[in-house]
């Protein structure tokens, strides 16, 4: 009886050590980020915080100097202090540091004049970080905006979670902090960071992990004269519009973006037929929909504070003043800031309303109230670096400018926080070849009949398509070839008997999610993608198929099989992590049949006989397949 009872006594200490040890979980802090705004501070985490079970940050404000401090409980700074000194701002100093005598807390610290009240500051829990929106918050900093999607972050991780500051409570008194603070100061630095006038020659911060990375919190859509202004926190980032039709309607995605409860999936009315809807697409995704008959009137506009977007109906811009003032252009140029890359700086005396669109082979910059000087002047440089250039001027006060740029081509653009410096960057260096991935022969081919799948149904996907172009050289484009030659396969497989479903039948917008839809909703026996493939090495050429999952390495390797017949080198098969082919349930391929970079196989490309012949071998590989399929 006393062995059992010490039995459980002893499971009993076991349990509670066990919940004592999965209860210490302390915050990570690994940097300190001001987002381009200057309005919100980030502090990035290396733990995800949506496990910390408690999280405080008490703040208080003292004097002689100005200061408010917030203190992090449960936190460690896992780099060095920081701390960042501000000329000619309300904010004069900012320290994040280890706390002396609370080891287990984190104290920001800011030194301010008693023009900034930071009593008002917002606390923002993300998944990988925390984030201070500081409202009163305005430096005079010439830290740059970062308006678009950053291409290496993740989809990320925002959770929409709020803590509340408290004072801190009274308990020691004014010189005790004063000391503490003081020791801080004088520890050695992490790194001193000046934000000032000399970042204004020194726009890119080479270090890429002082960039916040785009996150937003739209919390207001408004409908004025027939345009949409959506308000939120954070920077606005938005993908190019996906035009969908049935009914017609035109989507802008913001990555990275988190609606409000408050207006998530609403309808509101812009015009007697027309209306807008928004919705969390993804977790991370916001998606924006106008339903109207005239999707090609719409068009995003930043406002200098980054955190609005403005949705414009082109046609109903006369009617908005986008701004009171109009912005002439005091200076523009064209810098090498390395031997591949370029950047174009655009100098306005006040703030510029534009839109900024990268299209596959050029850069549209709108500027909605611009005055230029010198036009010709203007586009005579531009075409001088690029070739071929435009220059337009629309209306009152429009300004479009238009740079052809190389596909491969990467560009970002940046805005300064006064809104009178637009900087749009051109890296142009080499994108690495992807490396071919020859599958190990294995893994068990089973071939896989997806249950209820109709044995006679093939989809076809033409890959691209309406304002997505694809690959593109010397004005071919790779949607043209991908539909020609799926309608060719389409017709032939028809002729032999098979039910052919197409994702799309003529140049038409279609996403991949979409595309996705359709085949999972038609239960086909297979589905193939159709694309054409392109390299910065023009000499490159060949025939590839690409499969990803287990149940379509079998269907994968007869394609390829028969696509070798084609008279261009056989580059294999290829595990690719490709949407299509990996949401689709039915075993799936993506073939490349060729490279449109390559002068010889595009000219091949685009004849009769090699879409004839791509067509036939496909065909025949399917009919193959089908055999082994019972
Ligand atoms: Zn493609």
Redesign the pocket.
Known sequence: MIKKILQIIIILLFLSFQQICFAVNEIKITDLVFDNSSKIIFLPTYNTLDEVEKLNVESKSLENPNRTFFDISNSILTVGNIVYNFKNSPIEKVVLAQNSTNPNVVRLTFYHNNNIDLSKVELLKLRNGLVLKLEEMNIPNSSLHRSFREEKSLSSDFIEKLTFLKQISDDKNNDQIQNEVTSIINKPAHGIKTVGEDVLNNIFIPDDTKRLRSKSYIQKLSVRNGNILLNGLGNITVEKPIILSNPSRIAFDLANAIVSHEIKNKTFNISQNEKVLISQFEPTKVRVVIYTDNVNDYESVFSFDQQSLLIVNKNRISNVKLSDNISKLSSFTISNYNIDDKNLTFEFNNPCVFSYIRNPDNIEFIIYNANFLDITKIKTTLTNFFGEAKVESYGRSIIKITININPNSKTEFFETINGKKAVILIKNKMLKPQPIVIPKDNIEETINVPKNADKKLIVLDA??GGSDV??TRNGIY?KDI?LDVTNRLARMLTKKGFKIVLTRREDETVSLQERVEISNAKRPILFMSV??NASVNESVRGVETHYWKDNSLAYAKIVQKHLCTIDSPARGVVKSKFYVINHTEAPAVLVEIGFISNTQERNELISEKRKEQTAKVLADAIVEYLKTVK
């Open positions: 890959g691209h694809g690959a790779e991908n694309h054409v």
